[in-house]
């Protein structure tokens, strides 16, 4: 992992903050996880892997609903990879999505939820979930539109180029919902795709900052740039001005994901 994305993942706030806004301002139904369960179709006796597993609520939310089969959670963040760890019936793992210490045919399912547009090679993690998931066994991945929320990620980036912070720090996905099919069939043959168009809405500009602020480190402003603060203050400014500007009307920045599965050819 590059160290910007190291750096962003030491800490799982920023993560959480995203993940909060998504649930609580997109317009429309925005449920990632339900939408992965439903295409893997769990009984609740598989062997799981979650690969980039983040701060594990995932798994952790499979043990509270009574799964009862192995869960290990992978991340490339030794943070992520603790966080995974420390619950009870899961077993955290420090690994990259393209080097999975795992045996040939090992799990029975296998999910990558916003983590595969990091990988630099995505087609080299795909060749890994095929390898470790038994023959039968499902894969599936979510990943985000192209330009996902673009007015967010232009707020960000034009009050960083103005202390100089360069547009080629931008956060560049190395996949998204229109280049993974293809890559996805190249490796799994059948692939079934579960699309979901939506956008963030923010009535007022507090949680619209806080989310620009979780974005930063991707466009170039880690925690401990120098400049960070005026950034945020400028960027707190410029928001505050919209809303004073346009009484009654809400920022909408569209964004959608897709939820990409395949089963393991089993001949
Ligand atoms: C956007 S977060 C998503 C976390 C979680 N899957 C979720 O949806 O809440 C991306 C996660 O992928 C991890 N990650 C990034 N590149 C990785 C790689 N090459 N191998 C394994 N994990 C990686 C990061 O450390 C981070 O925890």
């Excluded at 799964?67 to 030794?78: A, K, M, N």
């Excluded at 620009?212 to 928001?239: N, W």
């Excluded at 346009?246 to 964004?255: A, I, L, Q, V």
């Amino acid at each position: 992992m590059s160290s910007r994305l190291d750096a962003e993942y030491a800490d799982a706030t920023p993560l959480r903050v995203r993940i909060d806004t998504h649930e609580h301002y997109s317009e429309n139904v925005n449920n990632p996880t339900g939408d992965v369960l439903d295409a893997l179709g769990l009984s609740g006796a598989e062997y799981l892997a979650d690969i980039g597993c983040g701060d594990a609520r995932f798994l952790a939310d499979l043990v509270a609903t009574g799964h009862r089969g192995p869960l290990v959670g992978i991340d490339s963040s030794p943070t992520m990879a603790a966080a995974a760890d420390i619950i009870p019936g899961v077993r955290g793992v420090l690994a990259d999505a393209t080097q999975i210490p795992f045996d040939d045919n090992t799990f029975d399912a296998l999910s990558a939820r916003h983590m595969l547009y990091h990988v630099p090679d995505p087609r080299a993690a795909l060749s890994e979930f095929r390898r470790t998931v038994k023959p039968g066994g499902t894969v599936a991945i979510v990943v985000n539109h192209p330009r996902n929320c673009p007015r967010t990620a232009e707020l960000v980036t034009a009050h960083a180029r103005t202390y100089g912070v360069e547009q080629t720090g931008s956060f560049r996905a190395s996949v998204d919902s229109q280049s993974l099919p293809p890559l996805m069939s190249e490796v799994f043959g059948a692939v079934r795709i579960h699309r979901c168009d939506n956008a963030l809405v923010f009535n007022s500009p507090a949680p619209l900052v806080r989310f620009a602020e979780a974005l930063f480190a991707f466009y170039g402003v880690p925690v401990d740039h120098p400049s960070r603060a005026d950034i945020l203050d400028d960027l707190r400014g410029d928001v505050q001005d919209w809303f004073g500007a346009h009484p009654g009307e809400s920022w909408r920045d569209p964004k959608g994901y897709i939820v990409a599965a395949a089963d393991v050819d089993p001949s």
